[in-house]
Nanobody, 113 residues
């Protein structure tokens, strides 16, 4: 059974940095791509960034140049480095991926102005 578990969320001041982690289990991790999504109150869930099995990356325009997605296949972990955060980055961040399109439970990120 594939499981994804996010960590690293919290409260950060505008302009600060935060690193999210997504640990995977029950999966041949290196075979699959993964994505970070976020959902703010009253808004639809949106793609933030994704990384495929060979390391290719894509970013939403709103975070391009500020966020970096990466992966460590040995640790079965996907990261999202968030720099120069803004209040509009406040949301629950979810990890997604694997053969069954699994979602993690999410981690809250709150950016204070």
């Amino acid at each position: 059974q594939v499981q994804l578990a996010e960590s690293g969320g919290g409260l950060v001041q505008s302009g600060g940095s935060l690193r999210l982690s997504c640990a995977a289990s029950g999966i041949l991790f290196s075979f699959y791509g993964f994505g970070w999504y976020r959902q703010a109150p009253g808004k639809q869930r949106e793609l933030v960034a994704n990384i495929n099995s060979d390391g290719g990356r894509n970013y939403a325009d709103s975070v391009n140049g500020r966020f970096t997605i990466s992966r460590d296949n040995a640790k079965k972990t996907v990261y999202l480095q968030m720099n120069s955060v803004k209040p509009e980055d406040t949301a629950v961040y979810y990890c997604h991926g694997g053969p069954d399109s699994t979602w993690g439970p999410g981690t809250q990120v709150t950016v204070s102005s």
